[in-house]
């Protein structure tokens, strides 16, 4: 399976994303004629070295003074450019995710109203349309992201002097569950293009994937580090379709708990991170009849979910299983349309395929058939199989 991995060690901004693609080998004439079409920019292209190591270079010239955008120009600007319909969708939901986390920064709930500041410029369109170009050309089936140095101290920006990673930035990244460390650089490395093209393309990891590289590519940052300002990138051809994940298994034995107690410890659990509960029923001694309470988790969130499991049972101790890692079949979530008496709707869908590209599953998002069905008066259950029908139309 190939798969692109980025590496952040030195963080990431929309053009360093556009200078490890294009050095990873996408079209770099295609790109450049591209963005050039869709905004009022010129595109320069050239290679240099940052303490040592070669990178490729992007520079967007712009205008010397541009208007303060709102949400909807951008969209507008957008759809204007006729771009690809995988670019366009690609920027699309990029611009939206960034509006969402500067809404909930701001407490601004009408996107219609929202001004962009920095990241309405057009050297950001440029960077975002670019590298949704960019990475699709690529074709990989997998994206991936190791943890991002966001650095660290203030930064000076339209809203005043804000921290780093700066509000938008940190939502972003809560947002994508990306992982994530400060640095000892006093400077922003994480920009809010860099982390909402991310968020759109890339699943967090926490380690390198198993798997041989087929080419390396460096894209270059602007400022000069105590290290190389580069964002490194891998096309990587992954052993299996499995990819690793480290967790822990936690359990303990409940015998003396209602099951409305239990079943509320399973939504509590959930809503806390926990990756799966599992509460079986058991015979303890004596023929008590008790439950046995198995959840698996993320090593960071072993300890609050075995609080809140002693808090709620009144069990006296959690059993916590050390696992090195277990194995995930790759998958990537799309959207697809299907009518259900007459109306179009829209749902997510999880793709799972194996190392040649073989479809393994397609498993409809059931709160998104949830709200249709609610909104349709149809079965649940016949509205994950419409999705699912529609997804293997597509994705087969």
Avoid: W
């Avoid at 990891?205 to 580069?230: C, H, K, M, T, W």
């Avoid at 299996?240 to 209602?258: G, H, K, M, R, Y």
């Avoid at 959207?335 to 073989?358: N, P």
């Avoid at 599953?361 to 059931?366: C, G, K, L, Q, R």
């Amino acid at each position: 399976m190939k798969a692109l991995v980025f590496n952040p060690f030195s963080g990431a901004a929309g053009d360093m994303i556009l200078g490890c693609t294009l050095d990873l080998g996408a079209d770099r004439k295609m790109v450049k004629e591209l963005i050039e079409a869709s905004v009022d920019v010129s595109v320069d292209i050239r290679e240099v070295v940052k303490k040592g190591i070669k990178a490729l270079d992007v520079r967007i010239n712009v205008p010397e003074k541009e208007p303060v955008r709102k949400y909807p120009e951008i969209l507008d600007m957008v759809k204007a450019a006729k771009l690809p319909p995988n670019v366009e969708a690609s920027a699309l939901d990029i611009f939206s995710r960034m509006a969402e986390a500067e809404a909930s920064v701001h407490g601004q709930p009408d996107l219609e109203k929202l001004h962009f500041h920095e990241v309405g410029q057009s050297d950001a369109l440029a960077d975002i349309i670019g590298s949704s170009a960019a990475i699709h050309s690529l074709n990989c089936e997998s994206i991936y992201c190791t943890p991002i140095n966001v650095g660290s101290g203030t930064i000076k920006c339209a809203h005043g002097i804000l921290p780093v990673p700066a509000p938008a930035t940190l939502e972003l990244l809560r947002k994508g569950k990306f992982y994530f460390r400060g640095g000892i650089e006093q400077k922003e490395l994480l920009t809010p293009t860099g982390a909402a093209i991310l968020s759109h393309f890339a699943r967090p990891l926490e380690a390198f994937p198993q798997g041989r590289v087929i080419s390396i590519g460096y894209g270059a940052g602007d400022s000069e580090l105590s290290g190389p300002n580069v964002l490194q990138g891998m096309l990587c051809e992954l052993d299996s379709c499995l990819i690793p994940d480290i967790i822990e298994v936690l359990e303990t034995n409940a015998d003396d708990v209602s099951g409305e107690v239990l079943g509320n410890l399973f939504e509590e659990l959930l809503t806390m991170g926990a990756r799966d509960v599992a509460i079986l029923p058991a015979t303890m001694k004596k023929g008590r009849p008790a439950h046995v309470i198995k959840v698996i988790a993320k090593p960071e969130d072993t300890a609050k979910l075995a609080r809140k499991i002693i808090i709620e049972t009144g069990s006296l101790g959690v059993r916590v299983i050390p696992t090195r890692h277990r194995l995930m079949a790759a998958r990537r979530i799309e959207l697809v349309q299907f009518e259900i008496e007459g109306q179009i709707y829209e749902s997510a869908v999880k793709i799972a395929r194996d190392s040649e590209g073989i479809l393994l599953n397609i498993s409809a998002e059931f709160e998104d058939c949830k709200k249709i069905a609610k909104k349709s008066g149809i079965p649940v259950k016949e509205v994950m199989r419409k999705a699912e029908e529609a997804a293997r139309k597509t994705f087969s």
